[in-house]
Nanobody, 122 residues
Framework: QVHLQESGGGLVQTGGSLRLSCAVS????????MGWFRQAPGKEREFVAA????????LYGASVKGRFAVSRDNARNMAYLRMNSLKPEDTAVYFC???????????????WGQGTQVTVSS
């Protein structure tokens, strides 16, 4: 089965930047779309970004559009989330996800990582 593991989280000041990485193993990601989600304590899981396999089309949640950038390196089986202009409200556990359905507008994902903590301080 596919395994995903996030890394790159940490503590950053307001206005700072972080790049999260998602390493994929166990199966090739050929044909997979990748997504990023986040969840803060006591809040619902929130869609952050998605990227397609072939043409790298992207989709962003309204709260992060213009500040975050999702990318992927298919040869390295990696996905990334560059987060700029971070705000305290970005504090959450960030998860990467993968699914074989090609449409990045589909909200469901089959495979999930364990998450990495991002904390933004004032």
């Amino acid at each position: 089965q596919v395994h995903l593991q996030e890394s790159g989280g940490g503590l950053v000041q307001t206005g700072g930047s972080l790049r999260l990485s998602c390493a994929v193993s166990g199966r090739t990601l050929s044909g997979y779309r990748m997504g990023w989600f986040r969840q803060a304590p006591g809040k619902e899981r929130e869609f952050v970004a998605a990227i397609s396999w072939v043409d790298s089309q992207t989709l962003y949640g309204a709260s992060v559009k213009g500040r975050f950038a999702v990318s992927r390196d298919n040869a390295r089986n990696m996905a990334y989330l560059r987060m700029n202009s971070l705000k305290p409200e970005d504090t959450a556990v960030y998860f990467c996800a993968a699914d074989q359905k090609l449409d990045i507008r589909v909200p469901e994902y089959t495979y999930w990582g364990q998450g990495t903590q991002v904390t933004v301080s004032s």
